[in-house]
């Protein structure tokens, strides 16, 4: 299992990714293209945790779902529950502030296709592991998995036998005395787009959490 490490904004660990972004940064000279750091509130009481930043979101920007089709249903949703100063979430420099929430993603670095492999899921895992214990150790009561990859990892990191916890939208699985894992599906474009996740789905698992934190 991996150990836990403090995230390392120059990681190159995993080389099929760190060559990815060598060649992302050559196309695309003005873009953050480097290993992408959680953002938020410490401590929080909920912890977001999404797959990977997308190639013109969160790659561009630096900021975990920034910039890109998939952090519109999320930050709109987060500024309804009063998670967010604002429901649109646009650039590194925008002044948004989220309060008692954290977002971060399974891998830091974008990966070709949006689809990491095994290895680098487990290579960043030590990183999330890092993440969640601090985020626990805080006071953190909620973590929201938005797609299977997130939840694996999750459980990965917390040594949580994921048979015993399957990912499912809208489960919520008891972790710990006083942790919880919620599950949805991811809100990325394509997600939203076939209607697979509707904004009220989102927001009754951002319900459902808002309940369960009082
Ligand atoms: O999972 C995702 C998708 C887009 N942007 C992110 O930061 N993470």
């Given at each position: 299992?991996?150990?836990?490490?403090?995230?390392?904004?120059?990681?190159?660990?995993?080389?099929?990714?760190?060559?990815?972004?060598?060649?992302?940064?050559?196309?695309?000279?003005?873009?953050?293209?480097?290993?992408?750091?959680?953002?938020?509130?410490?401590?929080?009481?909920?912890?977001?945790?999404?797959?990977?930043?997308?190639?013109?979101?969160?790659?561009?920007?630096?900021?975990?779902?920034?910039?890109?089709?998939?952090?519109?249903?999320?930050?709109?949703?987060?500024?309804?529950?009063?998670?967010?100063?604002?429901?649109?979430?646009?650039?590194?420099?925008?002044?948004?502030?989220?309060?008692?929430?954290?977002?971060?993603?399974?891998?830091?670095?974008?990966?070709?296709?949006?689809?990491?492999?095994?290895?680098?899921?487990?290579?960043?895992?030590?990183?999330?592991?890092?993440?969640?214990?601090?985020?626990?150790?805080?006071?953190?009561?909620?973590?929201?998995?938005?797609?299977?990859?997130?939840?694996?990892?999750?459980?990965?990191?917390?040594?949580?036998?994921?048979?015993?916890?399957?990912?499912?939208?809208?489960?919520?699985?008891?972790?710990?005395?006083?942790?919880?894992?919620?599950?949805s599906y991811h809100c990325s474009r394509y997600?939203?787009?076939?209607?697979?996740?509707?904004?009220?789905?989102?927001?009754?698992?951002?319900?459902?959490?808002?309940?369960?934190?009082?």
């Amino acid at each position: 299992m991996p150990e836990s490490s403090t995230f390392q904004p120059d990681c190159r660990r995993c080389p099929r990714l760190a060559q990815y972004l060598d060649e992302v940064k050559i196309a695309y000279p003005d873009y953050y293209a480097r290993p992408v750091p959680p953002f938020g509130a410490t401590p929080a009481r909920l912890l977001v945790v999404g797959l990977a930043p997308g190639i013109h979101g969160a790659n561009r920007t630096g900021r975990p779902f920034t910039g890109d089709f998939a952090g519109i249903l999320l930050y709109q949703t987060l500024h309804k529950f009063g998670l967010a100063s604002h429901s649109e979430s646009i650039a590194h420099s925008d002044g948004l502030i989220l309060s008692n929430c954290r977002i971060t993603n399974a891998v830091k670095c974008l990966p070709p296709a949006n689809k990491p492999d095994t290895s680098e899921i487990r290579q960043c895992n030590h990183y999330l592991k890092n993440e969640l214990i601090q985020f626990v150790e805080q006071g953190g009561k909620a973590i929201l998995a938005l797609g299977g990859v997130a939840h694996r990892a999750i459980v990965m990191a917390l040594r949580v036998k994921s048979t015993i916890f399957p990912f499912g939208h809208g489960a919520v699985h008891q972790l710990d005395n006083d942790l919880w894992l919620y599950d949805s599906y991811h809100c990325s474009r394509y997600n939203t787009q076939t209607k697979r996740l509707t904004a009220e789905m989102f927001e009754q698992v951002f319900m459902r959490i808002d309940e369960d934190l009082g």
